[in-house]
């Protein structure tokens, strides 16, 4: 009996390492979507519709999400939410940052949603060092 419980601890440890790496990828597509949709709306238009538009340059862009992006996903995995609620807000502030980024180039209101995620991560802060 004794090698079946650890049998199944090694089977919940590896499941839950699992669910992670599934969860890993869903992140890092959403963190990577502006430069998806920045490449898609170039071609879209470009391509489909035969418009010239101004679009900033891919490697502009590829910094742009990054710079966003990266810190927004670490502030939101020290973040004392559930999954889904983390992905719900990952998305809306995506959304947000590909419409000022992407649609209409304002580049300084893009990374506006950086200053709530921060301020939520300082006022999570007394949790987080409590250990909850």
């Given at each position: 009996?004794?090698?079946l419980?650890?049998?199944?601890?090694?089977?919940?440890i590896h499941?839950?390492?699992?669910?992670?790496?599934?969860?890993?990828t869903?992140?890092?597509?959403?963190i990577?979507?502006?430069l998806?949709?920045?490449?898609?709306?170039?071609?879209?238009?470009?391509?489909i519709?035969s418009?010239e538009?101004?679009?900033?340059h891919?490697?502009?862009a590829?910094f742009?999400?990054?710079?966003?992006?990266?810190?927004?996903?670490?502030?939101?995995?020290?973040m004392?939410?559930?999954?889904?609620?983390?992905l719900?807000?990952?998305?809306?502030?995506?959304a947000?940052?590909?419409w000022f980024?992407?649609?209409?180039?304002?580049?300084?209101?893009?990374?506006?949603?950086?200053?709530?995620?921060?301020?939520?991560?300082?006022?999570?802060l007394?949790?987080?060092?409590?250990?909850?």
């Amino acid at each position: 009996m004794n090698a079946l419980s650890k049998l199944q601890e090694k089977n919940k440890i590896h499941s839950k390492h699992q669910r992670n790496a599934s969860w890993s990828t869903v992140w890092t597509f959403c963190i990577l979507s502006p430069l998806l949709f920045s490449y898609g709306y170039e071609f879209y238009f470009s391509v489909i519709k035969s418009i010239e538009i101004e679009t900033i340059h891919p490697s502009i862009a590829l910094f742009g999400s990054l710079g966003f992006g990266l810190p927004l996903a670490a502030m939101g995995d020290l973040m004392l939410f559930r999954r889904v609620r983390k992905l719900f807000l990952l998305i809306i502030v995506e959304a947000w940052f590909i419409w000022f980024w992407v649609v209409n180039p304002l580049s300084w209101l893009a990374f506006l949603p950086l200053i709530p995620a921060f301020v939520m991560l300082q006022l999570q802060l007394l949790k987080i060092k409590a250990g909850k």
